[in-house]
């Protein structure tokens, strides 16, 4: 990152950033929001889906921060959750494996927002899927999503044969995305699949 | 401001005149072509991007129409954020390094910088670029314009000395000051000057830097000055397409201008984040065209302001009375030991529930002051306990126009607040309580601007304006004897 972070990154106020023995012995991430900021974020108490676990609930300041991170593209907001992703995936044994965007997409973006959070988390990850259709899965009705053919190639095939892997989202709504992506890395010979997400919609 | 920020801002404003393409040819050809081929821009579009800077790829018109008058040298164009010699946003004028971001972007695939400051108006990276119209020549020198003036009301002696004072200063092209006690009919003075110079065809922007005084600006000016387009800018509020001569802005919306004003009048010229924040003061030396006169107004100016007045010799109006002739109310002080801790302990302190019981008791609407949104939130419930009407609004805060609306109206018997409402705002009646006053939020300007709230209407020219501290400050001490000094005057 640029420099360390003095100020919430939501709010502009001034942290107060310890940078003590044990920070530095136990190498945390350094802290970014404020405490006022993080507990208008809401922690899932119990998780609701089959094989996905997810973090947050989806709330007012979590629309706020998905508005400022994913339209407003401030990609220093990746940091944002960095401690607690960083705790959940560090002793992650399964390969990490982001949700793609598509190429056209990304231009506009500028940058891949999963990628993003996972790096800011200090989390190592491999891409193994290329998405193929532009188009918003939250735009189509069911009916649609369901005819969709395939939204993901996956590739370097024999990294994956017989792995272990958990993909990681931003939100989990529909669960359409993830199961595309479960399916096809299934096919190509993954033995388990799991989902990660950060909010659960 | 000092001199010598203002002299660095010109500088600076120098080095970063618009990098056009090629400036003298691509113009002259585009003149040629003027009349070569009979292409005359639009009068639409003209209005719109005159003296406006705006990202190329998001404007109101569709992009390959952008792209014609790009080719045809109508607009000079320059990259978002400049990075060389050091990064600087080229719409806020930003140069603060921690505000900028730098990462790898997916776009451009290098190493692209975004400003923070101004993100709220759209991320625009190094890869982005923005234009400009390009300067015409002048309106040959100014058509007189079309504006009715509708004013009837009557200005005091005071408020008619100072409106004429700021009116020679605007005709001589200078700057001016006006240091008018809260109260004093600001806005009734900006009129008659206003009215002059939009007559002679200039065009004016109003810049203050709260949202809530440009909502309260807005329908007042409006009623004034018919005939002419009159925009009120504000974060949210909708694009218009056309030209207005007039424009009331959030001095953040003065970001999206360039080489505009005629004349600019920043008003509640003291008000954070105003005189905190350079990049904003930038925005308006950018904002205005080169010569053009500012008027500062504010009842509180810093003693930067004053002798940045005097040395360079604008024009100067003070008034220390109110309108409608009454003196100043005079907070008193009143101890509060340990008011923290005793609202942490879920209790109001004592003589701050005696003094709202009495409030309620006289039926007087009430503003109580917090120095944080956290220890206001902590009493809120306890003071809703005693009477559950009671709100508390802070800067984050959406329903904050509604909730004051509705102590107007009387549908609530008081609001508590951070200093948020210190200023612009005008309840009839209004008892003030100032609970911390001695915390350093409330600078000696903050509590001057609060003791102002009180006694504003014609009606009810006084009221009890209370500070509970916890030990007096310089601060508060420098507030009252400027307010006492202003009811020794004349
Ligand atoms: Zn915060
Ligand atoms: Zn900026
Ligand atoms: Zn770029």
Redo the contacts between chains.
Sequence with gaps: M??PI?HCLL?ERELNQSFGWEELLRKTLPQTICP?CEQRFHRVEQQQEEGVVSLYHYNEAMKDFLHRYKF?????LAHVFNRILHEQLKNEKRLVIPIPMHLEN???????HIDELLKAASIPFAHHLIKLSNEQQALKTREQRLQTPQLFEVVNVTEIKGGNLLLVDDIYTTGTTLNHAKRALLQAGAKTVKGFTLIHG | MSTTTISIIKKHYRLFRPISTSKSTASSSSQKHTRYYGFIPEPAIKNFFTGRIWSRMNTPYPQSKIETYIKRGYFDITPAVITEPKLKCRRCLNEQRPKFISFHCAKCQKTCHYCRHCITMGRMCSCDELIMWKKEQPRSRMQKSQVDFTWTGKLTVHQQKAADELLTSLKQNRNHLIHAVCGAGKTEILFAPIYASLKAGKRVCVATPRTDVVLELYPRFQQVFQQITIHALYGGAQNDTQFAQLILATTHQLYRFENAFDVMIVDEADAFPYTYDEALQRAVMKARKAKAPIAFVTATPSTKLLIQQRNEKWGYSFIARRFHGQLLPVPRYQALWNYEKVFYKEKIPQKLKNWVEQRLQNQQPFLIFFPTIELMEQATPLFQHIEPTIESVHSEDPDRKEKVMQLRNEERKGLLTTTILERGITIKNVQVAVVGADNPVFTSSALIQISGRVGRNMHYPSGDIVFFHHGITMEMDQARKKILEMNYYE
Aim: proline content about 0%; overall charge positive.
């Design positions: 640029n420099k003095q709010c006022r407003l593209h401030d990609i220093v990304l231009k506009t973006r500028t940058f891949a």
